[in-house]
């Protein structure tokens, strides 16, 4: 998902925003907003990427892989 940024207006609990603020370091609002949405992204991707496990059948075969690139 890749969109302009764009100007929009929230209405987000002072005392979350200032949290989000205080934990994660950064300096203004702005920053604070994105970081914390990337960050939920993540969370989300990862949860999809675990919920997979068991489900798809890959061969542990990286050593015979890795091999073939060193003597190319």
Do not use: C, H, P
């Not at 970081?35 to 997979?52: C, H, M, P, R, W």
């Amino acid at each position: 998902f890749t969109w302009l940024f764009m100007r929009t207006t929230l209405n987000i609990d002072d005392q979350l925003l200032s949290d989000v603020i205080l934990l994660s370091g950064k300096k203004n609002r702005s920053e604070a907003v994105r970081f914390a949405l990337k960050e939920y992204v993540k969370q989300y991707q990862k949860k999809l990427i675990l919920s997979l496990r068991g489900s798809v059948d890959i061969d542990d075969n990286w050593k015979e892989l890795r091999s073939l690139e060193i003597d190319e």
